[in-house]
């Protein structure tokens, strides 16, 4: 938790396209409220992790005077898209007001650099504190606990709330895995050309690499599947994976059956998924593992028992698919790994 020594006012909403609002919000219209002040994006695993505890807050805190804003300044070029980011939300179950930062003008009024962050907002229009990314949720819960106590300084609030991901016990132990990875990590691919490429997966994959199979076309910021079918190749280190991925109707339109779902098969290390691993998004077709890709979003894929070192293969049987983005899990213990003994 970042503590302002100095508190600084709060960068004002500008007037502009809410999400769950009917009408405009400012700062100043809220002095008589502790503000939470969420920047995040709707496709960052990051802040989907964070989406339990603003829930839980909002719930415990909002009689005491507590409310709750979020600010979505979009990672990828689709979520500029008001109407991607409006179901996005109602997936999610995200019903606090969202006010829409496509120009990034409040990331950069706010000194932002990472999703998620967290800015506490005091009844004077002072940032008050500010954390940056994903866990501390005692030390931020204390933090909001410590301005609605001076606010109403007789206020009767409840005990701080237990960890609610397994991550965030105490004494949790998460070991290191795999980077985010995005186009730049594609291993064959030269982000200057602008026709369509044909690419072939090698025998061996370094890890963290992105390979692919089929004939692609690099966007602003995915590739787009052109040929009717490909692959996308991967060795990874996590527990769990999840992707940023796209339908592309306009490189769809041309099939008989254009508005046919987009289903991708999973495979790890070269055999259909367990169904024991499947994440959130994956079903079971024989023995094949597989998920449909309806919506420009993150999918939950892959679920390990812990931190393991895997090579996963998507398998993509129709055109118009984008890829944008891999990202990863990591918690596999609550007790630390004992410390190695020194060498004698």
Known sequence: MECYQAPVTAPEFPSRLWLNSLEPIHIKDQVKSILLIDIFDYTCINCLRTLPYLRAWQARYEAFGFKLFGIHTPEFTFAHDPDLVKTGLARLGI?????????????????????????????????????????????????????????????????????????????????PTSPEIQLGSINQIDLDRKEPVEFRIPTQLEPDRIYLDGTWRITRDGITLISEQGQIGLRYQAARVHTVLAPNPSDRAHLLFGNDPLYIQ?????????????????????????????????YDIVVNPGVESHELRLKIQSVGLTFHAFSFGSCISVNKPPPSRPKE
Request: with cysteine.
């Open 95 to 175: 019903h606090w007001p969202v006010i829409l930062d496509n120009d990034q003008s409040l990331w950069t009024a706010y000194a932002n650099r990472y999703w998620p962050s967290i800015y506490l907002i005091d009844t004077q229009g002072k940032i008050r504190y500010r954390h940056v990314g994903e866990g501390n949720y005692r030390a931020i819960e204390t933090a909001i606990q410590q301005l609605l106590l001076e606010r109403e300084p007789e206020a009767s609030l409840p005990e701080l709330l237990a960890p609610i991901n397994p991550e965030d016990a105490e004494g949790a132990y998460c070991a």
């Open 266 to 298: 999973v495979l790890q290390d070269g055999e259909p998924l367990s169904r024991t691993h499947f994440g959130q998004d994956l079903l079971a077709e024989g023995i094949h593992a597989r998920f449909q890709v309806d919506f420009p979003r993150l």
